[in-house]
């Protein structure tokens, strides 16, 4: 048990749908954020939250729509997604800013495994 | 701009060798530096971390990784690999400037033979 919990695992969606990706987290942190992982390629931040507010957006397809509705959940709205979306999408969470000095961590949770046909 | 590169993308050893992953940071400040290792179809653990003070990091599994400023590297290390071990480990940097954002490698798939 990571306390980073992702849903679903796996996902396949044709290009037209929408669906969204849910994360939750039990650790009492402030901070979420959603990462991308594909095949030969760093993982790339795409979204940052502290204190529900968006902080960050990495240039990121306005097609992928977060939402963060308190700061234990946290989601991923996805529709008309292309192919070269398919990816692992990693969900994490950390303290707030207030804890950098500690160099406080991200934990992770399993990821969702997208595949866009 | 922050930068990690990991030598390597696959180092192969048998059980019992030595592991050594190699990570070289770039950074304009001071680095938190951290490795993660991600299992097949999991989500990435934490290793261990370095932030400031002692530069020889103990971490989880019998792993440690020695920071050398002078080198701006932070290599992997582990003195007897198990078969357990094999799995991708990722080495990350950060700015302590406010919120915990990592910047990646691209992973080294440790693969460990009998």
């Known amino acids: 048990e990571t306390g980073v919990t992702q849903t679903p695992r796996h996902l396949v969606m044709g290009m037209t749908n929408k669906k969204s990706l849910k994360c939750e987290q039990h650790?009492?942190?402030?901070?979420m954020y959603w990462y991308k992982q594909s095949a030969k390629k760093p993982l790339e931040l795409m979204f940052v939250y502290n204190f529900k507010e968006q902080t960050e957006n990495n240039s990121v397809p306005s097609r992928f729509s977060p939402e963060c509705p308190n700061s234990s959940h946290l989601f991923l709205h996805l529709h008309t997604l292309q192919p070269e979306d398919s990816a692992l999408y990693l969900c994490?969470?950390?303290?707030?800013?207030?804890?950098?000095?500690?160099?406080?961590?991200?934990?992770f949770g399993q990821g969702t495994r997208l595949t866009v046909v | 701009a922050q930068s990690v590169t990991q030598l390597g993308s696959h180092v192969s050893v048998s059980e019992g060798a030595l592991v050594l992953l190699r990570c070289n940071y770039s950074?304009?400040?001071?680095?938190?530096l951290f490795w993660y290792v991600q299992y097949p179809n999991q989500g990435l653990q934490l290793l261990l971390k370095?932030?400031?003070?002692?530069?020889l990091v103990k971490g989880i599994n019998g792993f440690e990784a020695e920071f050398k400023k002078s080198e701006t590297s932070f290599h992997l290390t582990k003195p007897s690999a198990h078969m357990s071990d094999a799995a991708e480990y990722f080495c990350?940097?950060?700015?302590?400037?406010?919120?915990?954002?990592?910047?990646f490698g691209t992973g080294t798939r440790l693969l460990v033979s009998p």
């Open positions: 650790l009492g942190h402030n901070a």
């Open positions: 994490a969470s950390s303290q707030d800013w207030q804890a950098r000095s500690q160099g406080t961590e991200a934990f």
């Open positions: 370095y932030t400031t003070g002692a530069t």
């Open positions: 950074s304009s400040v001071p680095p938190y």
């Open positions: 990350a940097v950060s700015q302590n400037t406010g919120f915990q954002k990592l910047v």
